[in-house]
């Protein structure tokens, strides 16, 4: 309890006993205020309580500490204060209360109880102190100054009022005046550690390192076991420029407790400003180690040491042994988890990430960033099967994620099931919360399709040519002679050669057939396309896609013109879409324009595409520009292009030659 409320029930208290018997005596000139107890035949007369006037608020204020003091009751409190105080507008103890009660959630409001306390009695040191906090409080420092100079005047004894005065004289610009206050209190109570310091950092901030080097080295002098007090020492040291002492202070301390924060984080921070890096570095580590370091501090400091790519790049055994010491004592933080996680990845050691986040797999709740994290690696490192049953295995454990529905459409769609793709993919559209996720379902479900169609002319063209081929074969092996003694082939060894070409086409059926044709799944790919830009029109992928599959069959060009243009707006410097909007450019003869777009697109290019030389070279015979055309096919065969269509564009060069 606060000594001023405990002086005041005790006051309160003592009056009662005082002014209680004159109370019951006036009872015959207030009225009939009394209650009869029946006992038996007998009965006698109760007095009840009469409070007059001038103390019903010094009975309203005692309830009101009875339900804050005892009980903890604001709600029941509170009300109580105010109603003293309308009884008694000038009531002091009721205002301190209040001012009490608001002095941190609205100091404002604190200022204006405080102040009525106050002027109702300028001699309280209970009541100048708590309006001299309030305004210190709410940053009023001109008002707070004159308070404290007249507290540590009224309540000598009490260094705190000190304290907070030479902070004022602070935050006034008045370092000196601080000082001096700090030096009377040093006079009166002696050394006090907090005021030492203050002292020690106001002399810093004055330029008085002598003083402040020989203030830390009392200190240590007086206490040589108080590692706060070395600490001190050596940040002083810092601050005055004596490197050497200062590293060596700060070393000693971490030896006196290499368990000390104050001290790991101060020596790290003076590695850091010398650009001691190995220092620097193994300090951290060591503080990594400390339970009693918050995570979130661990955190951003390897947060910190990653952003930077050089830093991290030069040191990056050291920043790992730190990462990796940062997980080992939180090894079920996520926040851990995912540092030392992606440290692996960006070191390229794929196998020990695959390792380390399959141990997570493991952890209670699941979390489904490890599941993709394994799956992800899994399909670089290029192991199918394990791709397929960690999806399963994560979409046991989060049935309604629409992520891994998409994830398992990815999968059937490289296997070549599409109509499964399309199916999974529609799945997800079930889950999807949000327009912008459906939208870009129904763009994949229009590349799908697309693929389809593809897919059915290639099979369509594939079948067509193993006729060919099969009628060629045959033909030869039935012709045809043995090399060596040019007799022609017996008739059984011409039916085994059949046969074992019939065996050949009959082991090639079409695991994953394509169910529609190829017009239909041209029509649903558009539909699909329609719908993902209703429900999402800055789709991107979806407006370049439809544009590039309109440009090919050349049709709705305009329309074609204006989604590659979008795509090029979201995403400028994507050499795709840029490629898409050179092509759309082409088909409507527009070269010029064309030429310039492929050849930013060409400098964005960091894949070396053969179709965007191919494009390239297109562009540039439609604009008779033969020899460089000549030049970019050739690169793009280089680059991997179908070679029979890179030499029917030569053979349209040599007709040109020719004519």
Request: charged fraction near 25%.
């Amino acid at each position: 309890m606060k000594r001023g409320v405990l002086y005041t029930l005790l006051s309160v208290a003592i009056g009662i006993l005082f002014i209680a018997p004159l109370a019951y005596a006036s009872m015959p000139d207030i009225g009939p205020q009394h209650n009869l107890i029946a006992e038996g035949e007998d009965s006698v007369q109760k007095p009840k309580l009469i409070i007059h006037d001038s103390l019903r608020a010094t009975y309203k204020y005692t309830d009101a500490l009875k339900a804050l003091t005892i009980h903890s009751d604001t709600t029941k409190g509170l009300p109580l204060l105010h109603e003293a105080l309308e009884i008694d507008s000038t009531f002091a103890p009721a205002h301190y209360e209040l001012a009490s009660h608001y002095l941190q959630s609205n100091p404002q409001r604190a200022i204006l109880h405080a102040r009525k306390a106050y002027d109702r009695d300028t001699t309280s040191r209970w009541y100048a102190a708590l309006y001299g906090q309030s305004l210190a409080i709410a940053g009023e420092v001109d008002k707070a100054l004159p308070i404290y100079r007249k507290l540590i005047v009224m309540d000598k004894n009490n260094p705190d009022h000190y304290r907070i005065l030479a902070i004022l004289y602070q935050q006034h610009q008045q370092p000196f005046s601080a000082l001096a206050t700090l030096d009377s209190a040093e006079v009166r109570f002696g050394k006090i550690g907090q005021l030492s310091s203050l002292k020690r950092m106001l002399l810093i901030r004055t330029n008085q390192m002598d003083r402040a080097i020989e203030e830390a080295q009392q200190a240590v002098e007086e206490a040589p076991y108080e590692v706060e007090n070395v600490i001190s020492l050596g940040h002083t040291y810092a601050s005055a420029g004596r490197d050497s002492l200062a590293r060596e202070t700060l070393r000693s301390a971490i030896r006196m407790d290499s368990t000390s924060i104050d001290a790991l984080t101060t020596y790290a921070d003076f590695c850091s400003r010398k650009n001691d890096v190995r220092d620097y570095l193994s300090t951290l580590k060591l503080l990594m180690a400390q339970p009693v370091y918050p995570v979130q501090k661990k955190s951003d400091i390897c947060h910190k040491l990653t952003s930077d790519r050089n830093f991290y790049g030069q040191n990056y055994m050291a920043i790992g042994s730190i990462l990796h010491t940062f997980v080992i004592h939180h090894s079920s933080d996520k926040r851990a988890i995912d540092l030392y996680g992606d440290h692996l990845l960006a070191g390229g050691e794929f196998e020990p990430a695959l390792e380390f986040f399959k141990l997570q797999l493991k952890s209670e709740p699941p979390q489904m960033d490890y599941y993709m994290a394994v799956i992800d690696l899994e399909e670089y490192l290029q192991h199918p099967d394990s791709v397929d049953y960690y999806v399963q295995q994560a979409m046991q454990r989060f049935p309604e994620n629409p992520t891994l529905h998409i994830r398992k459409a990815n999968r059937l769609y490289i296997k070549g099931n599409l109509h499964g793709a399309i199916e999974s993919f529609h799945t997800s559209l079930s889950m999807a919360k949000n327009d912008t996720l459906r939208g870009e379902l129904w763009g994949y479900i229009g590349d799908t399709y697309h693929a389809m169609a593809e897919e059915k002319v290639r099979r369509k063209e594939a079948k067509k040519e193993a006729r060919l081929i099969e009628k060629e074969v045959k033909q030869i092996i039935r012709e045809g002679k043995k090399t060596d003694s040019k007799e022609k082939l017996s008739e059984e060894e011409k039916q085994r050669a059949d046969r074992a070409l019939d065996s050949m086409i009959a082991t090639l059926p079409e695991q994953y057939p394509i169910r529609i044709s190829e017009k239909k799944a041209m029509k649903l790919c558009y539909e699909s396309y329609e719908k993902s830009l209703s429900l999402y029109p800055d789709n991107a992928m979806t407006l370049n896609n439809y544009a590039y599959f309109l440009s090919l069959e050349r049709q709705q060009l305009e329309k074609a013109l204006a989604m590659s243009s979008r795509a090029i707006i979201l995403s400028p410097n994507n050499a795709t879409y840029l490629d898409t909007h050179a092509w759309v450019l082409y088909e409507l003869g527009r070269y010029e324009e064309a030429r310039n777009v492929m050849r930013k697109a060409l400098m964005l290019d960091s894949e070396g595409s053969e179709a965007l030389m191919m494009h390239y070279g297109d562009i540039l015979y439609a604009m008779k520009e033969y020899f460089m055309a000549e030049t970019y096919w050739q690169k793009a065969l280089e680059a991997g292009a179908d070679r029979g269509e890179v030499e029917k564009r030569l053979q349209m060069l040599k007709s040109k030659s020719e004519e």
